[in-house]
């Protein structure tokens, strides 16, 4: 979608805040219907229309790992979204058909500023950055993806939680019209994943847009999807609608399917296994033992506590037993 801005206004002389609460005003009185202003220059959209558009303007974000980042092929036929399907591939061969634009998303529960907001506006007020994390799934595989997006702390602090919202709760859309792994009952939709607040706000977490410069592939959660590279992959939500401020903790979807394998915290964690397998190792998609792949087998490699991110995380848990809360 384009959006045209008021030509009065010099991009130079504002503030991303200023931009956005010029924005609202000028929403609010109906000048900015259907994202059109009268006269003035193009604002370019932040997420152009179409299948693997670059984004612009995207800065190096700090907290990148200088790791070999996996292929595009591999992150985006290698995927978990049971929306489009149980199984690696489905989601890569089912969720083509997929159009995520336009895209709303509804602001809820405890904080000043409640709504449903174009998924542009949600954004625009922050520049994108690239960061390269590590992404470790539960099933004891991993990825190095380079994200485009923004942090997750500039937009709760945006919505101004008030001082009994403990828990932010995300969820993706719930469509099985468009989302034909909805039509089977192999999770309980809409999926449903939350962080405390202070998890929300580490600077770590990251609101992606994108992938390898490029908007996101419908397989990885496009339009918008999140990502906290310090716990197992089934936190990072994909195809977010909805962000609601909540005093309670949520039932998260994995967590009520399997309550005994899938806590709420999901931090990675070496020494506390899944009842079913260790997670002490785990196998880097795509690589491969001198070339031998599937004949040799991919090297497993050892799993860092908190993923290696232990550093920015860990203190958000001091002096809880991480084996009760898992
Ligand atoms: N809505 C939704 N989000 C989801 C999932 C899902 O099934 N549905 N799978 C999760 C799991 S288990 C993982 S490992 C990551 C995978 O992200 P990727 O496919 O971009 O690597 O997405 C997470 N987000
Ligand atoms: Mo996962």
Redesign the pocket.
């Known amino acids: 979608m384009l959006i045209r801005k008021p030509a009065d206004i010099r991009s130079s002389d504002i503030t991303p805040k200023e931009v956005f609460l010029r924005r609202r005003e000028l929403l609010q009185a109906g000048l900015m219907a259907g994202g059109l202003a009268l006269g003035g220059p193009a604002m370019a959209a932040i997420l152009p229309p179409g299948r693997r558009a670059k984004l612009v303007d995207v800065a190096a974000g700090k907290f990148s790992t200088d790791e070999t980042v996996n292929s595009y092929t591999d ?1 985006t036929t ?6 489009f399907g149980t199984g690696k591939s489905d ?1 890569f061969e089912n969720a083509q058909e997929f159009e995520p634009m336009p895209w709303t998303v509804k602001v809820a529960g405890h904080c000043e500023k409640t709504g449903i907001f174009d998924l542009e506006d949600f954004i625009r007020p922050y520049a994108l950055e690239e960061r390269i994390y590590r ?1 470790r ?3 004891a595989w991993s ?1 190095v ?1 380079p994200w485009v997006g923004v942090p997750l702390a500039d937009i709760v602090r945006q919505y101004r939680p008030l001082s009994n919202a403990k828990y932010v709760v995300f969820e ?1 859309l719930l469509d099985p019209e468009r989302m034909p792994g909805q039509r089977s009952r192999a ?1 309980h939709w ?2 449903v ?1 939350g962080l405390t607040i202070a998890e929300a706000v580490n600077p770590l977490s990251l609101l992606a847009v994108g ?1 390898y410069g490029e908007v996101l592939p419908n ?3 496009a339009p918008m ?2 990502v906290v590279p310090w716990k ?8 977010i609608v909805s962000m609601t401020f909540s005093e309670t903790r949520p039932r998260t ?2 967590e009520r399917a399997a309550p005994h394998e899938y806590g709420f915290y999901a931090n990675v964690n070496p020494e506390v296994d899944h009842p079913r397998w260790s997670q002490a190792r785990e196998r880097r998609i795509g690589s491969s033992v001198g070339g031998l792949q599937g004949i040799l087998g991919a090297a497993k490699q050892e799993t860092l506590m908190f993923n290696g991110y232990g550093e920015h995380v860990a203190h958000l848990y001091e002096g809880l037993d991480l084996r009760r809360n898992f």
């Open positions: 992150i290698y995927n978990n979204y049971y929306e989601p992404l799934c539960v099933e990825m993806i993706t999770l809409p999926y994943e992938v397989q990885n959660g999807r999140l197992y992959g089934f936190k990072s939500i994909k195809g979807t994995w």
